[in-house]
């Protein structure tokens, strides 16, 4: 079996689980992702050579807080901590500084803003008014794969500027304007069928899709690059680990929620 093969089955399986789960219930919803979330620390641990169980625990009680009702005053205080720190490692990845990892306590909160804060926000999202919106979350997954295809075509096809040549030599600035000019063409054509939000409003969201998930990307090449390893693990067969599939998703997840929560 080629590695083309493996790859389109791999990747197959995983969005037939991922979709499944999505819209078969809130609960599966929520057990899958609290599944990914545990194997994503395990990879991200691995990456950062961290043996410490904290983040574990840290990552459980987050699920438990995003499936209880909590005060507006404790949400807003998480997704500050989590805008801070995501914003932090945005400056690492602008600045081209080495993102600190000596430390066990550098090492957990790395854990707690690059991980556990957005899946829990990546687990809130498509809940409105404690009602479940399944098809949210499959209106943002198609515009990143929109984003990702399109940035992967016109950056083969047009591309000659280097985006963060440093973290990712293959990514231009051609293949990311592309893959978000596309993205938005997908929002602009979700808005016309979705009854949740407006065209402008889903067209919104897909240029903060194509941005954060472009940024999320990067931000987790620069954690493997510091590391000197090529992939986060070997779970998917021609893909590398989860954290290189899901990257993009919970890291544009807590701006997707601060738009549609606070903002729409």
């Known amino acids: 079996m080629n590695n083309l093969t493996t790859r389109s089955i791999s990747g197959l399986v995983y969005a037939i689980i991922f979709i499944s789960a999505i819209l078969f219930s809130a609960e599966s919803y929520i057990a899958l992702i609290s599944i990914f979330s545990t194997i994503c620390i395990f990879e991200f641990s691995k990456i950062l050579q961290s043996k410490n169980s904290i983040p574990y625990i ?16 404790i949400n807003n205080l998480l997704i500050a901590i989590c805008f801070i720190g995501l914003l932090s490692l945005l400056y690492y990845l602008i ?22 804060l957005p899946f829990y926000f990546l687990i809130k999202l498509p809940f409105i008014n404690n009602n479940y919106h399944p098809n949210i979350i499959i209106y943002i997954i198609v515009i990143i794969w929109t984003n990702d295809s399109f940035a992967f075509i016109t950056g083969k096809k047009f591309g000659k500027h280097k985006l963060f040549e440093s973290v990712s030599p293959k990514k231009t600035i051609e293949g990311f304007i592309g893959g978000l000019l596309f993205a938005i063409l997908a929002g602009f054509f979700i808005g016309i069928y979705s009854t949740y939000f407006s065209i402008v409003n889903w067209m919104i969201i897909a240029i903060i899709v194509g941005i954060f998930g472009s940024l999320g990307d990067l931000v987790e090449s620069k954690f493997k ?40």
């Open 95 to 116: 600045s081209s500084k080495v993102i600190k990892t000596a430390t066990s306590i550098q090492k957990i909160f790395l854990h707690i803003i690059y991980l556990i």
């Open 225 to 264: 690059r510091q590391a000197n390893v090529k992939d986060s693990g070997k779970i998917m067969p021609g893909h590398g680990g989860l954290l290189d599939r899901l990257d993009s998703l919970f890291f544009l997840a807590p701006f997707v929620y601060l738009f549609i929560h606070y903002i729409i």
């Open 58 to 73: 840290l990552l459980a009680l987050s699920i438990y807080v995003s499936i209880i009702k909590i005060s507006l005053t």
